[in-house]
């Protein structure tokens, strides 16, 4: 069975930047499982793994601009620490969850700090980054009406509920 819309795909993956440093993997833990074409998973990838099949193994290096974009320097902007009420000890690479301009919801990271000024960067840490993939691809079936419905796969790799 090919890769292609509406697919279960489960996937063991490496992911490197371009020094050749291991970002992520899903070795030594679960296969990555997804739909195909829904969203979850990068463009560069997604369009990568288009038409493979259970047993191939794919190598990719995609660019930001079809993996986390091109850095927004508007996406980056100084608050007053007054701003992070409740949060008594803030430092730099710390994560916080924000309303986006869409209403959605948008991981900001505190970039630097300096007195009173919290400067935060609404990028992706993975902005202006190319990415080096490689994937064995372990299994592709029809995804059911629930999983379509629901968004998401259940099961092993996915969501139980």
Do not use: C, W
């Not at 301009?101 to 700090?113: H, L």
């Amino acid at each position: 069975m090919q890769i292609q819309k509406d697919k279960v795909v489960t996937i063991d993956y490496t992911l490197k930047n371009d020094d050749g440093e291991i970002i992520d993997s899903s070795n030594g833990g679960e296969p990555l499982a997804y739909i195909h074409n829904s969203g979850h998973i990068i463009p560069g990838l997604e369009s990568a793994l288009d038409g493979k099949k259970a047993g191939e193994s794919v190598s990719v290096r995609v660019p930001p601009e079809e993996g986390y974009g091109l850095r927004n320097d508007a996406l980056t902007q100084v608050m007053p620490r007054a701003a992070f009420e409740g949060v008594d000890n803030i430092e730099v690479g710390m994560q916080f969850h924000a309303e986006g301009g869409d209403g959605g919801m948008q991981v900001i990271t505190v970039a630097a700090i300096e007195g009173d000024d919290i400067t935060i960067d609404g990028n992706h840490p993975l902005a202006d980054q190319h990415l080096n993939f490689d994937v064995e691809i372990k299994e592709v079936r029809d995804a059911s009406a629930e999983e379509l419905d629901h968004g998401h796969v259940h099961g092993p790799g996915g969501h139980d509920h």
